[in-house]
């Protein structure tokens, strides 16, 4: 069936570093993916998305990549903030059977000062 | 936050009682969902709903059923609660299918 692989599925880094996640899907036929944030105790919220007509999209200190060919797509978080420091979670969406979206298990992120 | 709420927050139950969890939203949006979240999974979709009376299954649709009477509200039930069913349950809406979803604050259930 769909699949999404997220690695790592721990990711420590130091106040200031970048950070990427790399995510791999199944399913040719997807052609949207949404990267989640979610802190302790809270819900998911959406930080980027990318569609598959693009292949890169930034917004301030977070970038997406898209390779469609290989079938993965990366988050990328530049000088990284305590603040930072969550669980993310990419994400594929079927466009066939219902638009139905595909989540990755997940990356927790700490982020040292 | 979009304008979705969850109802209970939190709940423990035993094993073999029913349980239903409301999903209310004020976006009139067409689109709901309920995922559960277990660690090590992400989030993996129950069913999902794309109309009033409009219901599909999704990767884990065992043990559980849903309904969808009014556009605001999408009620999922555990007609038979386990302890395999001891989850966060998140609910999510979207203006279309093809739209961003937008999350619930979840629930949270234990099935004793």
């Known amino acids: 069936g769909e699949n999404v692989e997220q690695h790592p599925s721990t990711l420590s880094v130091q106040e200031g570093d970048s950070a990427v996640i790399k995510c791999t899907y199944s399913?040719?036929?997807?052609?949207?993916f949404p990267w989640y944030k979610q802190e302790l105790g809270k819900r998911p919220q959406l930080i980027i998305d990318?569609?598959?007509?693009?292949g890169e999209k930034k917004d301030q200190r977070i970038a997406v990549t898209l390779n469609k060919t290989a079938k993965h797509f990366s988050l990328h978080i530049t000088e990284t903030q305590p603040e930072d420091s969550a669980v993310y979670f990419c994400?594929?969406?079927?466009?066939?059977?219902?638009?139905?979206?595909?989540f990755g298990a997940g990356t927790r992120l700490f982020v040292k000062a | 936050d979009a304008g979705i709420t969850q109802s209970p927050r939190h709940k423990v139950t035993e094993t073999g009682t029913p349980v239903t969890l409301r999903c209310h939203q004020t976006?009139?949006?067409?689109?709901m969902y309920w995922y559960r979240q277990d660690p090590g999974h992400g989030l993996r979709l129950i069913h999902y709903?794309?109309?009033?009376?409009?219901?599909d299954k999704g990767e884990v649709s065992d043990g559980y059923s849903v309904s969808r009477s009014k556009t605001e509200d999408f009620l999922l039930t555990l007609e038979s609660a386990t302890s395999s069913q001891t989850s966060v349950y998140f609910c999510?809406?979207?203006?279309?299918?093809?739209?961003?979803?937008?999350f619930g604050p979840g629930t949270r259930l234990t099935v004793l």
């Open positions: 994400a594929a969406r079927l466009e066939t059977g219902g638009f139905k979206t595909i």
């Open positions: 976006e009139n949006h067409r689109y």
């Open positions: 990318i569609r598959s007509n693009v």
């Open positions: 999510a809406i979207s203006e279309q299918g093809t739209d961003t979803q937008y």
């Open positions: 709903s794309y109309g009033v009376k409009d219901t």
């Open positions: 399913d040719s036929a997807s052609n949207y």
